[in-house]
């Protein structure tokens, strides 16, 4: 590899001014942020340097959480989380804090975070004392929209999820799989373009591509719409300003107060930052119009399902929370689908030995692509199946901390009593790379996966992880 001493020290100068001002940079929003987050308290009726000062002290010394480690700044402001969301790197933070740490690390003025599979069943396992937490309010583009994601309301979200799970079953699936596969024969015609049995084509950015796939996918599975990605560029800029805008978004989940405030909302009309937003409900909106002005059941895709789902009383979604439902699918179904394809793809490339052992699998279970299919010959594939996990849990296409806020009477997180009020949460990829629970867990191993499985043994999955 060649090294240019040019680059080198530009990287190395860029480094430094990205140090000095990611400082400065977190002092000014530190201390707009703790301004914002105290405006929008309501104990906290009118703003003076003293009262800062006095949250300040509290959240540092006497908050419920002041006695877990912490960087400094996240003990004052959601400043310092709201940082990391912005450069994107809030799950690689929150593993090394643990790492430093230990298992609890205060992650915000109001947040915990706890890295152990107890702390995992004892906030997200059913029936735990807690609700979805305030972050998931920036997703929620416009009044009333929630989707089953954002619903923080628990009957609610319970209702919402029951109307999906009816919608979203095996059968739903199955009905697809032709769909799927002439997109799979699409994206491999388009991959080979240009190769010949003697010669590669030319490299592919894979991230790209698997994307234009699972928006092709998933627009044909949510909407019955064809969007052809794989086709033509002509609706690539939708991917170009989604990318800007999760920048932005990351930041807006790591500090709910600005949702609140409704900041973001107000800088979207002097900035560009919105527009994507904006852009891509305009697009999703004009699907979800065009599912309901079509006759009942000439419309194609799970949406029309949706449409006309009720639960035993009768109820259904109302006309706002429909849209939201179809968008977020589309949304959560095409990007974490396509980080994992990229994923796997990128393991394959760099581990030789992984990749000669699942293509012998592969040739030796089918003799000609057309006949992969669902059924049992692709279940026999073991190690296709131990790859994928394998994956997902390298490179987790969620990588970072869901958090639920702890209910009246507060919660007990692998031994430590939590008190009500309190954001916690499982960072999903420190708890991946965990080495108590994964041994060598930043090497890319799938035969990890692949011990016997006894069905009788309801822990085989927490079993064969260590
Ligand atoms: C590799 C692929 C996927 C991964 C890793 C993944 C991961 C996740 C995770 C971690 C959550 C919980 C998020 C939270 O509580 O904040 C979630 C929620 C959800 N995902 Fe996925 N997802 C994947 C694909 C999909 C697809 C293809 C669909 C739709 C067809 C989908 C629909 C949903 C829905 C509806 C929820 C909300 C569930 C609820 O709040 O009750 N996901 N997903």
Request: aromatic content about 10%; glycine content about 6%; charged content about 20%.
């Given at each position: 590899?060649?090294?240019?001493?040019?680059?080198?020290?530009r990287?190395?100068?860029?480094?430094?001014l990205r140090?000095?001002?990611?400082?400065?940079?977190?002092?000014?929003?530190?201390?707009?942020?703790?301004?914002?987050?105290?405006l929008?308290?309501?104990?906290?009726?009118?703003?003076?340097?003293?009262?800062?000062?006095?949250?300040?002290?509290?959240?540092?010394?006497?908050?419920?959480?002041?006695?877990?480690?912490?960087?400094?700044?996240?003990?004052?402001?959601?400043?310092?989380?709201?940082?990391?969301?912005?450069?994107g790197?809030?799950?690689?933070?929150?593993?090394?804090?643990?790492?430093?740490?230990?298992?609890?690390?205060?992650?915000?003025?109001?947040?915990?975070?706890?890295?152990?599979?107890?702390?995992?069943?004892?906030?997200?396992?059913?029936?735990?004392?807690?609700?979805k937490?305030?972050?998931?309010?920036p997703?929620?583009?416009?009044?009333n929209?929630?989707?089953?994601?954002?619903t923080?309301d628990?009957?609610?979200?319970?209702?919402k999820r029951?109307?999906?799970?009816s919608?979203?079953?095996?059968?739903?699936l199955?009905?697809?799989?032709?769909m799927?596969?002439?997109?799979?024969?699409?994206?491999?015609?388009?991959?080979s373009?240009?190769?010949?049995?003697q010669?590669?084509s030319?490299?592919?950015?894979?991230?790209?591509?698997?994307?234009?796939?699972?928006?092709?996918?998933?627009?044909?599975?949510t909407?019955?719409?064809?969007?052809?990605?794989?086709?033509?560029s002509?609706?690539?800029?939708?991917?170009?300003k989604?990318?800007?805008?999760?920048?932005?978004?990351?930041?807006?989940?790591?500090?709910?107060?600005?949702a609140?405030?409704?900041l973001?909302r107000?800088?979207?009309?002097?900035?560009?930052?919105?527009?994507?937003?904006?852009?891509?409900?305009?697009?999703?909106?004009?699907?979800?119009a065009?599912?309901?002005?079509?006759?009942?059941?000439?419309?194609?895709?799970?949406?029309?399902?949706?449409?006309?789902?009720?639960?035993?009383?009768?109820?259904?979604?109302?006309?706002?929370?429909?849209?939201?439902?179809?968008?977020?699918?589309?949304l959560?179904?095409?990007e974490?689908?396509a980080?994992?394809?990229?994923?796997?793809?990128?393991?394959?490339?760099?581990?030789?030995?992984?990749?000669?052992?699942?293509?012998?699998?592969?040739?030796?279970?089918?003799s000609?692509p057309?006949?992969?299919?669902?059924?049992?010959?692709?279940?026999?594939?073991?190690?296709?199946?131990?790859c994928?996990?394998e994956?997902?849990?390298?490179?987790?296409?969620?990588?970072?901390?869901?958090?639920?806020?702890v209910?009246?009477?507060?919660?007990v997180?692998?031994?430590?009593?939590?008190?009500?009020?309190?954001d916690?949460?499982?960072?999903?990829?420190?708890?991946?790379?965990?080495?108590?629970?994964?041994?060598?867990p930043?090497?890319?191993?799938?035969?990890?996966?692949?011990?016997?499985?006894?069905?009788?043994?309801t822990?085989?999955?927490?079993?064969l992880?260590?």
């Amino acid at each position: 590899m060649h090294l240019n001493i040019d680059n080198t020290k530009r990287a190395v100068g860029m480094g430094i001014l990205r140090l000095s001002s990611f400082h400065i940079g977190i002092v000014i929003s530190a201390s707009i942020l703790l301004i914002s987050e105290l405006l929008t308290r309501s104990d906290v009726p009118s703003l003076t340097s003293l009262q800062i000062l006095c949250v300040s002290i509290y959240r540092v010394v006497f908050h419920p959480p002041a006695r877990y480690p912490r960087p400094f700044v996240a003990k004052i402001t959601d400043a310092y989380a709201g940082y990391h969301g912005w450069i994107g790197d809030v799950h690689l933070d929150a593993h090394q804090l643990h790492k430093k740490y230990g298992t609890f690390v205060r992650y915000g003025p109001n947040r915990l975070l706890v890295n152990s599979v107890n702390g995992l069943r004892d906030i997200y396992s059913h029936g735990k004392n807690v609700q979805k937490s305030t972050t998931y309010l920036p997703m929620v583009p416009r009044k009333n929209t929630w989707s089953t994601l954002t619903t923080i309301d628990k009957q609610h979200h319970r209702f919402k999820r029951g109307l999906l799970r009816s919608q979203l079953r095996n059968q739903q699936l199955e009905e697809s799989e032709p769909m799927m596969l002439q997109y799979i024969q699409k994206l491999c015609t388009k991959l080979s373009e240009g190769s010949t049995l003697q010669e590669a084509s030319e490299p592919r950015d894979m991230a790209q591509w698997c994307e234009f796939f699972t928006v092709d996918v998933m627009g044909s599975f949510t909407f019955g719409e064809e969007l052809g990605m794989l086709e033509s560029s002509e609706n690539h800029f939708v991917m170009d300003k989604l990318h800007k805008y999760s920048g932005m978004m990351g930041v807006s989940l790591q500090i709910p107060s600005l949702a609140k405030l409704k900041l973001e909302r107000i800088l979207g009309f002097l900035t560009t930052w919105t527009r994507p937003q904006r852009l891509w409900n305009a697009w999703t909106s004009a699907f979800a119009a065009r599912v309901l002005n079509t006759e009942p059941g000439c419309a194609k895709g799970i949406f029309p399902h949706i449409v006309a789902a009720r639960d035993r009383r009768g109820n259904q979604l109302k006309i706002e929370e429909l849209w939201a439902e179809g968008s977020f699918l589309l949304l959560a179904g095409f990007e974490t689908s396509a980080t994992t394809l990229a994923a796997l793809f990128f393991y394959l490339a760099h581990n030789p030995g992984a990749y000669a052992r699942l293509e012998a699998e592969i040739r030796s279970t089918f003799s000609n692509p057309s006949e992969i299919c669902t059924g049992s010959n692709l279940t026999s594939c073991v190690y296709l199946d131990a790859c994928i996990n394998e994956t997902m849990r390298m490179s987790p296409a969620t990588p970072g901390s869901p958090l639920r806020e702890v209910l009246r009477g507060g919660l007990v997180v692998d031994g430590q009593f939590v008190p009500p009020g309190i954001d916690v949460g499982c960072c999903i990829y420190a708890l991946h790379h965990h080495p108590e629970y994964f041994e060598d867990p930043d090497t890319f191993i799938p035969e990890r996966w692949m011990e016997a499985r006894d069905e009788n043994d309801t822990n085989w999955e927490e079993r064969l992880a260590r």
